[in-house]
């Protein structure tokens, strides 16, 4: 079976999700525009991987009414609301978003607001969708993950000041990026087992904040591919501004993915973590002078794609 293969299943009930729930008028062309094609789909396939490591299954395809495939959907349109918001003026400000136009700079900036809430409400009504006995349980955690106490007050931080200490970057990647990796992974694990295993949720828990944080800080230092870098880029990029802290942790957290995934043996979501890595691994050295030279030390870089290249391939 290839997992990646499901993928392109998964795109396929996305936009059968978006056509059960959206208005056929002409605001769905807005829906559709910032939801399709959709990013490497990584937390819906986090979602899936759990859920074959766990069952054991061996799936050529997952039909749209199907929990799992509810599940991701309902992740990929809460993905996609919160980077429609994320690019408006009064946030980041981003002009481009997967290489076309963000959704405000296509359409309009009440537009972009509107099509963010439409996803937002859409992503629970998926949820509400699942038939198991686990759905309020999962509508409860996913409700608390993403809302004030988890993604929506990352966002506070990210916003609140221009300087940040590491530690306050740290608790902003694991509430902004983290937490629905967190809901990928543990939700997926409460619909493929019928006897949770406590130690194995708090693993899940634990692997999903460290996955979010090497996301993040590799994402961080993919940033500096660029000759000049923006005023709100040099004030909370963590490779600028606290490099050695970055290296440490970012290994940390690599030797933590490690560990756990080969404690339970999760070989399906290994496969899609590597390929992720790989991808950082290409991208990162494409731009490695640029980089470099933004970078206080220079020595840096290649021991960090080595090490990337060590867990990918171990």
Same mark, same amino acid.
């Given at each position: 079976m290839n997992i990646l293969k499901l993928g392109i299943n998964l795109e396929k009930n996305l936009i059968y999700h978006l056509d059960l729930v959206s208005p056929n008028n002409k605001f769905k062309e807005i829906y559709q525009y910032a939801l399709i094609p959709p990013g490497k789909l990584f937390r819906p396939l986090l979602a899936l991987s759990i859920? %074959? @490591?766990? *069952?054991h299954k061996n799936l050529e395809i997952f039909k749209p009414h199907d929990p799992l495939s509810l599940l991701a959907s309902a992740l990929e349109m809460h993905h996609a609301y919160t980077l429609i918001h994320d690019d408006l003026p009064a946030m980041d400000n981003d002009d481009y978003r997967r290489g076309k136009l963000s959704t405000h700079k296509k359409f309009g900036q009440w537009q972009a607001i509107l099509a963010g809430d439409g996803l937002l409400n859409v992503s629970y009504n998926l949820l509400a969708r699942i038939d198991s006995p686990e759905t309020v349980r999962i509508i409860k955690i996913i409700s608390h993950f993403?809302?004030?106490k988890g993604l929506i007050d990352g966002q506070v931080i990210d916003l609140s000041s221009s300087k940040k200490t590491f530690s306050q970057i740290l608790k902003m990647h694991e509430l902004k990026t983290s937490r629905l990796i967190q809901c990928a992974m543990i939700s997926s694990y409460i619909l493929s087992t019928e006897n949770e295993n406590f130690r194995t949720f708090i693993d899940l828990l634990k692997l999903g904040k460290h996955l979010g944080l090497v996301f993040q800080l590799l994402d961080d230092l993919s940033? %500096?591919?660029c000759k000049k870098i923006s005023k709100h880029e040099s004030a909370i990029n963590p490779w600028l501004n606290q490099i050695d802290l970055s290296h440490d942790y970012l290994h940390k957290s690599l @030797? $933590?993915?490690?560990?756990? *995934? $080969? $404690?339970?043996n999760l070989s399906n979501l290994k496969n899609i973590i590597n390929e992720y890595l790989n991808k950082n691994i290409k991208l990162i050295g494409d731009n490695q002078n640029i980089i470099e030279t933004h970078l206080k030390n220079k020595n840096i870089l290649m021991p960090i794609?080595?090490?990337? @290249?060590?867990?990918s391939n171990a």
């Open positions: 859920h %074959l @490591d766990f *069952t993403l809302g004030p940033e %500096l591919n @030797d $933590k993915i490690h560990h756990l *995934t $080969k $404690k339970h794609m080595n090490r990337l @290249d060590i867990i």
